[in-house]
């Protein structure tokens, strides 16, 4: 018997998803998270828990398009497991499907779900996880090696990234998106420990989801009242609660 989590923020589908995975009689048990962040938790407890534990899951139903963390930054997290759960996405796209067999995706299913086609799903799920018992290990990095560095997971492979050449950060729950010139990558570090280690280093907090690196802001814009920084191309805002410490910043800065 499967022990499913099916992922989407579209509430109906989620309701439809579950009512299709209910009725499957391979299926023990199915729960719905709202979104990626959610489900991440809810699979970090299911790891801790071990693969016999009441939280175990062995399979997620993911949903690709997704407000912040989306499911293929979730996939691609699950690849720093060293027994992620198997996962089929499920998706009103068909664009994203080289990318989703290229993180060892069991199955691909199209909006709207058909049940004969989830069941086949869920048959390619069952078939694999008999074939490879799966057990816990989260890999996901916490620390750093050393101040200048932060350790980040690609493809199941910890990479070192220079902090100084990170733009900015994005808040993402429990999460924080890292940017570059180069890409961006997801760590699981609560912003607010990111702008206490950082601080120092020159990263301000300008809005309650975004810090960034003063030597890498290009403009500070002023438009009827309202205040934004230019990071390369990207245009961030700036809160009124940090407008003003910003500006002070930067004209220290500029000054000094």
Known sequence: MLRALAVDDER??????????HADPRIGSAEGAGDATEALRRINRALESGPD???AIDVVFLDIQMPGL?????????????????VVFVTAHEDFAVQAFDLKAVDYVLKPVRKERLAEAVRRAAAQRDAAPRDTGPRIPVH?????????????????????????????????????DR???????????????????????????HLVALRHIGELRLDA????????????????????ELRDLLMRRTTG
Not at 151 to 173: S, Y
Not at 188 to 206: K, M
Request: net charge negative.
């Open 12 to 21: 109906p589908s989620l309701e439809e998803l579950l009512y299709l995975l």
């Open 53 to 55: 534990g009441p939280d």
């Open 70 to 86: 989306d499911g293929l930054d979730l996939a691609r997290l699950l690849t720093g497991f060293a027994r992620p759960p198997l």
């Open 144 to 180: 750093e090696p050393d101040p200048d560095h932060i350790a980040v997971e690609l493809g199941g492979v910890t990479r070192f990234v220079a902090v100084d050449d990170i733009t900015h950060v994005e808040a993402q729950g429990d999460y924080a998106r890292l940017h570059t």
């Open 183 to 209: 890409g961006s990558h997801l760590v699981r570090i609560p912003l607010s420990t990111l702008e206490e280690r950082w601080r120092s280093r020159g990263f301000v907090r300008i809005h309650r989801r």
């Open 225 to 244: 009242g309202t205040v934004s920084v230019l990071i390369g191309s990207e245009e961030l805002q700036v809160s009124r609660r940090h407008a003003r």
